[in-house]
């Protein structure tokens, strides 16, 4: 089980960028394309917020739809599921466990071998090469 990383909403505005906060405290989405600078392989993907070890970037592939994909998460234990039912549809939406900052949403359309892409906003992860 994940240490649960709690703080004061002041805490989160101070430590995160208005677009980090958006993303990981009130379950926004940023724009496509507009932060999917990341490798396509190799080093590790981190929560923003607590640094919970998230996605291994050999997990990560080009979805397309201009969002950081990826087929599975490092651990169930650090990225849970929760239901969206915003906008008028249903979603799965995906959260860090550690600290419930909004990740993204899971669809069952993603490559082998597990057949699902994790769609995740880049605002919501740090990324770490494997030579650190």
């Not at 379950?27 to 993907?45: M, V």
């Not at 979603?91 to 892409?117: I, K, S």
């Amino acid at each position: 089980m994940v240490d649960k990383v709690i703080k004061s909403d002041e805490e989160w505005r101070a430590q995160l960028s208005d677009m980090e906060y958006k993303v990981l405290r009130k379950h926004g989405t940023e724009r496509a394309f507009s932060n999917d600078s990341f490798p396509k392989s190799g080093g590790t993907y981190f929560c923003k917020g607590c640094g919970t070890p998230l996605f291994e970037g050999d997990t990560k592939f080009d979805s397309g739809t201009g969002w950081p994909s990826f087929y599975a998460p490092i651990s169930e234990e650090n990225v849970g599921e929760s239901q969206d039912n915003s906008w008028f549809m249903k979603r799965t939406e995906v959260h860090c466990n550690a600290c419930d900052g909004h990740l993204g949403h899971v669809f069952p359309d993603g490559p082998q071998p597990t057949g699902l892409r994790y769609c995740i906003n880049g605002a919501s992860l740090d990324y770490e090469p494997e030579d650190s």
